[in-house]
């Protein structure tokens, strides 16, 4: 049976090898660390523990199953309507970046961000910035449960959402929960990702 909860500080380490392992193939992610960058799992992990640590208290959703001890099987990141996690969290989340990407990383980080803003809507909104499972826990839907369990919280709060679809598969999976494409950019660091809102 798996659960969904809050992540907690203890949690964001494992937390960030999840997602490193979710998104090692990953096409997009793959211009940020290379495929044959030196230390590229070490850096990928120091990527998401930024991404972790910039979501703030509450933004983060884990899965585990208790048939499988206490181990992270899924993980959700999320961006709040009223932002992060705050000056602190945003310096500690810089700090882990640049460690991981590099200052041109951290750069083309900032001109991505900047490429997707024409594309989501004006009005406060979340932002599913990252979302991957273990290899071992696909197929058993966790993704499912760690969307379903947020978006609850988002249709409550009556904000819309964005996500960014690198892959076809993710994108079908998420059409099944109400996202639709918004924009399918051909170039620049967003060419091959859809751009998916999901209305209030």
Not at 79 to 88: I, L, M, T
Not at 137 to 157: F, N, W
Not at 162 to 174: D, G, I, K, M, Q
């Amino acid at each position: 049976m798996v659960r969904i909860e809050t992540a907690t500080a203890d949690d964001a380490e494992e937390a960030a090898v999840v997602l490193a392992e979710a998104f090692a193939d990953d096409p997009v992610i793959a211009r940020f660390v290379s495929p044959t960058a030196s230390r590229r799992e070490q850096r990928l992990r120091g990527m998401f523990r930024g991404a972790v640590r910039a979501a703030g208290p509450g933004n983060v959703d884990i899965a585990r199953d208790d048939t499988r001890g206490e181990v992270i099987l899924g993980v959700a990141v999320w961006r709040a309507p009223e932002g992060g996690a705050g000056v602190v969290g945003a310096l500690s989340a810089l700090g882990s970046a640049l460690r991981a990407l590099g200052p041109r990383g951290v750069l083309m980080l900032g001109r991505y961000n900047r490429a997707l803003r024409p594309h989501v809507p004006k009005e406060p909104h979340w932002h599913l910035e990252d979302i991957g499972t273990r290899a071992e826990a696909r197929g058993l839907g966790v993704g499912k449960a760690l969307l379903a369990h947020r978006l609850a919280i988002v249709d409550r709060s009556q904000r819309p959402a964005v996500l960014e679809a690198t892959t076809p598969a993710s994108r079908r999976l998420y059409e099944r929960y109400g996202f639709a494409a918004a924009a399918e950019p051909t170039a620049g660091l967003l060419s091959g990702a859809a751009v998916m809102v999901r209305p209030a």
